[in-house]
């Protein structure tokens, strides 16, 4: 290898090296969690904005809360289409604004939807509780 094509390859060795180092979990497989890694948040919130959620995609603690707040002009609602076995349905009636929150006390994927408007959809994660450390 002559010296001129060693440096580029010199280069991005450091760069991924950088990278790796500042961006915790890149590398680690789904499910796999760092001693650094904080647990979900016991409650979070979700903005209910013009035929959107934000964040999409949200995660809590099992036993969390998550509270939604309507932040537009158009009426939304939340429909839950998929819940883990056992788990409510129960969502919340077409409205323009306010808030509306929810306990949750089954881990698993929570899936949900604007019945007005196609394509509005979320996800939440609800994380089992971590086991206490022996």
């Known amino acids: ?3 001129r094509s060693a440096v580029p390859a010199v280069a ?3 760069t991924m090296t950088f990278l790796c180092l500042q ?3 890149l590398g680690q497989t789904h499910g796999e ?3 650094s890694q904080a647990p ?3 409650k979070t919130r979700v903005l209910v904005k013009d035929n959107y959620f934000e964040p999409r995609s949200a995660e809590v603690l099992e036993g969390g809360k998550v509270n ?3 932040s537009g002009m158009n009426r939304h609602s939340i ?3 998929k819940v883990p076995s056992g788990a409510s349905r129960k969502g919340a009636k077409s409205r323009t604004e306010g808030r509306w929150k929810r306990a949750f006390s089954r881990p698993g994927v929570y899936r949900y939807v604007c019945r007005h408007w196609a394509g509005m959809r979320g996800t939440l994660n609800v994380e089992p509780e971590p086991s206490p450390e022996s």
């Open 1 to 3: 290898m002559s010296s």
């Open 12 to 14: 991005f060795a450091a």
């Open 23 to 25: 961006a915790p979990g």
């Open 33 to 35: 969690a760092t001693a």
């Open 40 to 42: 979900p948040p016991a």
């Open 68 to 70: 939604w707040k309507w």
């Open 79 to 81: 429909r839950f289409t």
